[in-house]
């Protein structure tokens, strides 16, 4: 990452938001029906990004992603 500017790396940050949001198109968890360790990763990343203070290009892009949101509520439901 240090040899790429930071617009750089926020492109190649929403492009990774954006191929995630794809794949998980409107599945309930990254692999199925039921949670897995992947989706306590992913929700870990997301929600910091969705839910964190601090605006800036990967949670500007990530909430045109409306998939996100309802994955990172799923997940709270689910476990809190």
Same mark, same amino acid.
């Given at each position: $990452?240090? @040899?790429? #500017?930071? #617009?750089?790396? %926020?492109? $190649?940050?929403n492009a990774d938001l954006s191929a995630l949001s794809v794949y998980l198109a409107d599945k309930p968890y990254a692999l199925g029906k039921q949670p897995t /360790?992947?989706? /306590? =990763?992913? %929700?870990?990343?997301l929600a910091h990004i969705l839910w964190s203070p601090y605006e800036y290009p990967l949670k500007t892009h /990530? @909430? =045109?992603l409306p998939n996100f949101e309802a994955y990172c509520q799923r997940m709270r439901k689910q476990y809190y």
């Amino acid at each position: $990452m240090g @040899r790429h #500017s930071r #617009s750089e790396v %926020y492109e $190649m940050g929403n492009a990774d938001l954006s191929a995630l949001s794809v794949y998980l198109a409107d599945k309930p968890y990254a692999l199925g029906k039921q949670p897995t /360790a992947l989706d /306590a =990763t992913l %929700y870990g990343f997301l929600a910091h990004i969705l839910w964190s203070p601090y605006e800036y290009p990967l949670k500007t892009h /990530a @909430r =045109t992603l409306p998939n996100f949101e309802a994955y990172c509520q799923r997940m709270r439901k689910q476990y809190y």
